[in-house]
C-alpha cells in the first residue's frame, strides 16, 4: 500500500506565510513526478507547483514568485513554501505523485487527504 500524508495548512493572514509539507510511505519503487493542487469551493482542481525527479520546476503564472515547491528524495517528501498569501489562495491543498510501487508495473497517480489553507483577515 502506498499513501501521501500532507500536514501544514492552517488560517493565516493575507501576505502571510504557510508551509506545505507531504510524505510518500509504503511499498514504493520509484517516484517520478511530485506536486501540489488546490481546489476552491466552486471551483475546479488546479496545478499550483510540479517538480520532476530531476527537479524541474513548473508554476503558474499566479503563484510564480510566491510559491517555492522543494522535494527531499531521501524521505519521498515533497513541500510547499507560500509566501505573500492572498485571499484567493484560500483553498484545499492536495499532494500528489506518480508512484512506481514495489511489485507494480507501471507509475500511479496517488493523491494526498488534503490540507485547508484559509487566507482571512
Known amino acids: 500500500q502506498v499513501q501521501l500524508v500532507e500536514s501544514g495548512g492552517g488560517l493565516v493572514q493575507p501576505g502571510g506565510s504557510l508551509r506545505l509539507s507531504c510524505a510518500a510511505s509504503?511499498?514504493?519503487?520509484?517516484?517520478?513526478?511530485m506536486g501540489w493542487y488546490r481546489q476552491a469551493p466552486g471551483k475546479q482542481r488546479e496545478l499550483v507547483a510540479a517538480?520532476?525527479?530531476?527537479?524541474?520546476?513548473d508554476y503558474p503564472d499566479s503563484v510564480k514568485g510566491r510559491f517555492t515547491i522543494s522535494r527531499d528524495n531521501a524521505k519521498n517528501a515533497v513541500y510547499l513554501q507560500m509566501h505573500s498569501l492572498k485571499p484567493e489562495d484560500t483553498a484545499v491543498y492536495y499532494c500528489?505523485?506518480?508512484?512506481?510501487?514495489?511489485?507494480?508495473?507501471?507509475?500511479?497517480?496517488?493523491w494526498g487527504q488534503g490540507a485547508q489553507v484559509t487566507v482571512s483577515s
Open positions: 509504503g511499498s514504493i519503487f520509484s517516484i517520478n513526478t
Open positions: 517538480i520532476t525527479a530531476g527537479g524541474n520546476i
Open positions: 500528489n505523485a506518480f508512484i512506481f510501487p514495489l511489485g507494480g508495473s507501471r507509475f500511479s497517480s496517488y
